[in-house]
């Protein structure tokens, strides 16, 4: 019995001797009239273990049995669900084992069973968000994760994530690389299943914005004193189709994909792991049909505003147009244009005025064809094939005779000096008595 059951039992003595009012019993033990009848009336029949819970000591009806206990420690113990969380298990549990149990009481049993450690909890600096945008379509983070994805199963994947600021509403895409072709392609399944919303925000990369070159001697000049430079490709596009570009000055600034990654490097690669998924397709495949609806399903708030802030596409917008590799090229005389080594012939059945010279705009699109826009028109182009260059034989020159080098004053003195008759030598010189002799030697 617990001190609280024994100042029930007190308070119901009294009541029972009719030193206090059974009204004065309700309020004390925070009871119905009803409740305190009943305990009056077990108190005189079954005596003071009236008080006492019914069911205090004895195993609850919920309790899990040993074998369902064993059972599902043993489907956690597989490889394929290392690392689960209990939210996550018991989600699977119950989808791929038809096994239901709460997650709680699945992390309980994953504690004893050694699958889970308790951790406590950790007070951190309390950080104010930045409040969500109000509309849905009104700004949406855009944003790049490399990480381990299929975890050595298979190459190495990128995933580009679009979340939506106002609900969370995800769009993702499994790329090799991280490349403007590559994002160019996710932003038009973008723009084909929600329409233009009204701004992206991203980081700083090259994709998004044009470094400026500076040497590294030199002093790099304020923003509002540099020249503009000229956007990149992602940056053209977003201009021609009316969508604003807003760079972020942090990874914290774009905290919602950066959560966002945080909730697919758990879930995802698990997801990707139980799938068995090796290959690119395998992985989109998963993508598309488990994760993306599991997440727009569970974790999509409600904006705080119901009106949508997509723009419709219309018809003066061309995704193929503006979707594209675009640069600019000067048509020569001939009615060609240059790119990437090759010579291009531009096919016209007449000639418009100002072609020749004129700079066209070059549309190297992301199914592979070649444009050429002149004045709001396109022009087909064919390839040429360069003319071999002409190479001159050369005639072999006949062999000359050359005529002996005649020798230099140098060579024909230092010659003459050793051909000529030798002197005296030195040991007879020696001899000589020279105070006999006069002073020139024969």
Known sequence: MTQRDRDRLVVLKKAL??????????????????????????????????????????????????????????????????????????????????????????????????????????????HEWRPRRSCRGELVQWDTSEHDWLESRGEKLYLIHMIDDATSELTARFVRHDSTEENLRVLWIYLDRHGRPVAFYTDKASLFRTAPKVARDQKQLPRDEREPLPPTQIGRALQELGIVWIAAHSPQAKGRVERSFGTAQDRLVKGLRVAGARTIEEANRYLE???????????????????????????????????????????DNDYTIRLDGKVYRMVMDAVPAGLRGAVVRVEQRLDGKLMVRFRERYWPVAVCQKPPKAVALLQPKPARARKPTPPSAGIRSTMKELLQKPGLPVWRAAEIDRTRTRDTLD
């Open 17 to 126: 001797k009719k030193l206090i009012k059974q009204s004065q019993v309700c309020k004390e033990l925070n009871l119905s009239a009803r409740q305190v009848r009943r305990l009056l009336r077990g108190l005189k029949e079954e005596g003071d273990k009236v008080v006492v819970h019914g069911l205090r000591g004895r195993v609850s009806n919920r309790k899990i049995s040993e074998a369902q206990r064993e059972k599902i420690i043993g489907i956690l113990r597989q490889e394929i669900y290392r690392g689960f969380g209990p939210t996550l298990a018991s989600e699977y549990l119950a989808r791929k084992h038809k096994v239901e149990i709460g997650r709680e009481a699945l992390r309980q049993v994953m504690i004893s069973g050694g699958l889970w450690k308790a951790r406590g909890q950790k007070v951190e600096r309390v």
């Open 289 to 331: 049909e488990e994760f993306l609806p599991w997440w727009n399903q569970h974790l999509v708030v409600a904006p705080a505003n119901a009106a949508d802030a997509h723009r419709p596409l219309g018809s003066e917008h061309d995704l193929a147009a503006s979707l594209s590799q675009v640069i600019t090229r000067q048509v």
